[in-house]
């Protein structure tokens, strides 16, 4: 249902400068947008595009001058007004009813252990399987071919998307999300090597995830050895990631695409790692510091720091280093070349 761009202002707290009366349906980027969608400016790159965007409206930051003629709607935070303005618009994903549904969102094809506990408003699709002494809670989705193993806890409002694993006894707070194909609890890589051969180490321990934590699709958080591996609230992973055991994530943490993090690694509070970056194992990383792409992290990181590179340096240094590398064969022929008229000096 559209919402007129008065009440949708109002809706997300910000300020309109154009026809309150217009109505908007959906939303879309500002490239794309047509006349009864709104978009949002929030990187400066993209500004030129206030020119030609044919979209109903914008959500644009206090600074930023919209063309006559352009509806804008004035948020010191463009990004989340616009997210809220999905929400009110469009709302969120919607999840189907199980086939087979039982009457109590349970499907007939699911195995549920007679010990274990599901909450009301819980609906498990066909094929996922829930182990003795496990506990889900009220109104969970568990997608097909979910398993959670023996003695899992499972919080409430949490979302489990196909061939998501949760392995016995690991503990999920509530709101978590586990995108398709992520795996909870995996033995640590934990070996001893003895006499040339490596001989495994019981993995005993648990992973815990607090509230609020969404994973993305294949990630896979390994379990203790001992005592626990814990994802702090709020925090978010994207795909392809992979966590030691006995890691510890803190808060509103940020890990992108293909990031690597060895065990017994501890994570401050909103941490940003970006996409392919790798932590070598025992190192505590501070609060608030964010790392670049594809960089290698192998010595302890104090708080509220920018970083870069392969060993991690300062990001002002590492992009400096990565400019200067872009060039070495032209360098490399200068050097020699100098060389040779030293010779014949």
Known sequence: MGMTLQALADHVGAELRGDGDRIVERCAGIESAGPDEITFLA?????????????GAVLVGPKVDCPDGLN????????FAFRNAVIALLGFRQHPDPMEDNGAGISARAVIHPSAEVGDGTHVHPHAVVEAGASIGRGCHLYPGVWVGTGAVIGDDCILFPNAVVHEHCVLGNRVTLHAGVVIGNDGFGYATHAGEHHKIPQHGIVVLEDDVEIGGNCAIERAAIGE????????????????HGTTIGPHCLLVSLVGVAGSVTLGHHVVLGG????????????CVQVLAQ??????????CQI??????????????ALASTNLADLFRRVKKLERAMDKA
Not at 230 to 237: A, E, L, S
Not at 276 to 287: F, I, N, R, S
């Open 43 to 55: 990187n400066a790159r993209y500004r030129s595009h206030l020119q030609t965007t044919q979209a």
């Open 276 to 287: 392919q970056t790798g932590v070598a194992g025992h190192l505590k990383v501070g609060d």
């Open 308 to 321: 870069g590179g392969a060993p991690a340096v300062s990001a002002d240094t590492a992009k400096r280093n």
């Open 295 to 304: 960089s290698g992290i192998a010595s302890d990181i104090p708080s509220d």
């Open 229 to 244: 591996t814990r994802i702090g609230r709020g925090t978010k992973f994207a795909d392809l990631i992979s966590i030691g």
């Open 72 to 79: 804008c709607l004035i948020s010191s935070d463009p990004y």
